[in-house]
């Protein structure tokens, strides 16, 4: 008999982001919102088992009493040593923190390094501009802009000529007389070659629209995630509530930075009677090769913690794609 995997494979996780971190074979990684953000290991995507969190205390930048909003951490791995060792590689994590003392608090993006997969991370504070600049009322471009502020749900990605990029969802819109509205679009920020700093300004890129992608009412778009296959690039992100009907939806683009043309097949990823709440996903290459979605979930009804699950990706020859799932039972093959 072949094996087998069935969801959810592990139990309170949500926003996952998995970083295949072995020079040989597959040794897998998960970073999950939680205090201090909680990490999770595997050798073959099924299997996974708690290891600890990325930090052992707050960030002493971010708010240090009640929920300080310890979002959706993703890790890259690059090849140089972090900053004051001398072995390479160096582990880049960048999560989502309230700001403790900017007004109005924002979400900003952090950034912290690490030897290891498992940390502890070092905190080097909210993402800056390599230059030191800062917007009109102080925010390092981590925390937002004169043009839109609070960022969050970081997605990393490098591109095959070594160009490096952030995607966030970016919260507030701001217009030229410093009057903002809650306008979540999913932005692109690029990054210095050492992949600690923003080398340039945030551009816009997808805002939110009717449909499967609203939220009380209101557009919303967060948690993307960036994966280039030929000349294209393929932008999949989350929509809706995360509380309620949630789904993930698919763009295409000719460059890391657009414009990006929303797919027909949108949501690829949507709720069914047995799976409520499914998103905040990633694609990760499986051991066995072949990409896979890692989401969470909620089994049967919305009052039911986020769990971890994954489903294979389906490339159709117009690159457009196909999720299959979210399923239930037991299912084959494994990655």
């Given at each position: 008999?072949?094996p087998t995997?069935e969801?959810?494979?592990?139990?309170?996780?949500?926003?996952?982001?998995v970083v295949?971190a072995a020079d040989?074979?597959?040794?897998?990684?998960l970073?999950?919102?939680?205090?201090?953000?909680p990490?999770?290991r595997?050798?073959?995507?099924?299997h996974?088992?708690n290891?600890?969190?990325?930090?052992?205390?707050?960030?002493?930048w971010t708010l240090?009493?009640?929920d300080?909003h310890?979002w959706?951490p993703?890790?890259?791995?690059?090849?140089?040593?972090?900053p004051?060792?001398?072995a390479?590689?160096?582990?880049?994590l960048y999560?989502t923190?309230?700001?403790?003392?900017?007004?109005p608090?924002p979400?900003?993006?952090?950034?912290?390094?690490s030897p290891?997969?498992?940390g502890?991370?070092t905190?080097?504070?909210?993402?800056?501009?390599?230059?030191?600049?800062?917007d009109a009322s102080?925010r390092?471009?981590?925390?937002?802009?004169?043009?839109?502020?609070?960022?969050i749900?970081?997605?990393?990605?490098?591109?095959?000529d070594g160009r490096a990029?952030?995607?966030?969802?970016?919260?507030w819109?701001c217009?030229a007389t410093?009057?903002?509205?809650?306008?979540p679009?999913?932005s692109?920020?690029p990054?210095s070659d050492d992949?600690?700093?923003?080398?340039?300004?945030?551009?816009?890129?997808?805002?939110?629209?009717?449909?499967?992608e609203?939220s009380?009412?209101?557009p919303?778009?967060e948690?993307?995630?960036?994966?280039?296959?030929?000349?294209?690039?393929h932008?999949?992100?989350s929509?809706?509530d995360?509380?309620d009907?949630?789904?993930?939806?698919?763009a295409?683009?000719s460059?890391?930075a657009?414009?990006?043309v929303?797919?027909?097949?949108?949501?690829?990823?949507?709720?069914t009677?047995?799976?409520?709440?499914?998103?905040?996903?990633?694609i990760v290459r499986?051991?066995?090769?072949g990409?896979?979605?890692v989401?969470h979930?909620?089994?049967?009804a919305?009052?039911q913690?986020r769990?971890?699950?994954?489903?294979p990706?389906?490339w159709?020859?117009?690159e457009?794609v196909?999720v299959?799932?979210p399923?239930?039972?037991?299912q084959?093959p494994t990655?």
């Amino acid at each position: 008999m072949s094996p087998t995997y069935e969801n959810p494979v592990a139990a309170a996780v949500a926003d996952p982001s998995v970083v295949d971190a072995a020079d040989a074979g597959h040794d897998y990684y998960l970073y999950a919102t939680g205090d201090r953000f909680p990490i999770w290991r595997s050798p073959d995507l099924v299997h996974w088992a708690n290891v600890g969190t990325a930090f052992t205390e707050r960030p002493p930048w971010t708010l240090q009493s009640g929920d300080w909003h310890p979002w959706a951490p993703a890790v890259v791995r690059r090849a140089a040593a972090c900053p004051g060792a001398t072995a390479s590689p160096c582990f880049v994590l960048y999560y989502t923190a309230l700001h403790a003392t900017l007004l109005p608090r924002p979400h900003c993006v952090g950034v912290a390094v690490s030897p290891t997969p498992g940390g502890p991370f070092t905190d080097l504070g909210p993402l800056s501009a390599a230059d030191g600049e800062v917007d009109a009322s102080g925010r390092p471009v981590g925390c937002g802009d004169d043009a839109g502020y609070g960022n969050i749900d970081p997605a990393p990605f490098v591109d095959a000529d070594g160009r490096a990029y952030l995607y966030v969802s970016t919260d507030w819109r701001c217009d030229a007389t410093g009057a903002c509205v809650l306008e979540p679009t999913i932005s692109v920020i690029p990054l210095s070659d050492d992949l600690l700093h923003a080398a340039g300004p945030r551009v816009p890129l997808l805002k939110g629209e009717g449909g499967w992608e609203l939220s009380g009412g209101r557009p919303l778009v967060e948690n993307p995630w960036m994966v280039r296959r030929g000349p294209s690039y393929h932008l999949f992100y989350s929509g809706g509530d995360w509380r309620d009907a949630y789904g993930m939806g698919h763009a295409i683009g000719s460059s890391p930075a657009g414009p990006f043309v929303r797919t027909p097949e949108n949501p690829i990823l949507r709720e069914t009677g047995s799976v409520r709440s499914p998103g905040g996903g990633m694609i990760v290459r499986g051991p066995a090769g072949g990409d896979w979605l890692v989401y969470h979930g909620r089994t049967g009804a919305y009052d039911q913690p986020r769990t971890l699950r994954l489903d294979p990706v389906v490339w159709n020859p117009d690159e457009t794609v196909r999720v299959a799932g979210p399923t239930t039972g037991p299912q084959s093959p494994t990655p």
